[in-house]
């Protein structure tokens, strides 16, 4: 069906300016596109389908902005959106059933367990660094002071040995 058979089949006797008012189109913006040799915008041709109850992706499809093999593809996603997990699973009962000769699940089904990726190689003195910190942190969570003066890391009793 082209594009002009699928709009008189559609709108019947109703004129230009009632399509516009049902679709919610521009009235000067649908006779510009009627005229123009029924070039409706891709939207306009859509919410006039939806107006009128129809298809929009067969509309779509005469219009020529969708090819007739792109058709089904939307009707499949839409038809398995909607199937019930029952459905789901005796459709592919059913398929897994027409070649009892050649079949799919001829083993169990055994899942991998999930292994951890081997770390990273590190580098050593970079981890010495890190350990280093990691300690200073861990002091100053604990409340281990630091020496906040030259002579508060010496013992009294001594005059240049470092504690």
């Known amino acids: ?8 089949s559609t709108i019947n006797e109703d004129t230009i300016a009632e399509v516009a008012q049902k679709s919610g189109i521009i009235k000067t913006t649908a006779w510009r596109q009627y005229n123009n040799d029924l070039g409706f915008s891709a939207e306009n041709v ?3 389908a939806r107006a009128y109850h129809k298809d929009p992706v067969e509309a779509l499809v005469a219009f020529d902005y969708l090819r007739d ?3 089904g593809v939307a009707a499949v996603r839409s038809a398995l959106h909607a199937a019930t997990d029952k459905q789901l699973i005796d459709e592919l009962a059913s398929r897994l059933d027409r070649q009892p000769d050649k079949p799919i699940w001829n083993e169990p089904v055994v899942i991998e367990e999930h292994k951890p990726a081997p770390a ?3 580098d050593p003195v970079a981890r010495r ?3 280093k910190l990691d300690q200073t942190r ?3 969570r604990e409340g ?3 020496a906040a003066n030259m002579d508060e890391h010496k013992y009294e009793h001594e005059d240049d040995q470092t504690a």
């Not at 069906?1 to 008189?8: A, D, F, V």
């Open 144 to 146: 281990v002071g630091f």
């Open 69 to 71: 093999d792109e058709r």
């Open 120 to 122: 990273p190689a590190v």
């Open 1 to 8: 069906m082209n594009k002009y058979e699928w709009l008189e």
């Open 138 to 140: 861990r002091f100053l």
């Open 46 to 48: 859509i919410l006039i």
């Open 129 to 131: 660094e890190q350990e």
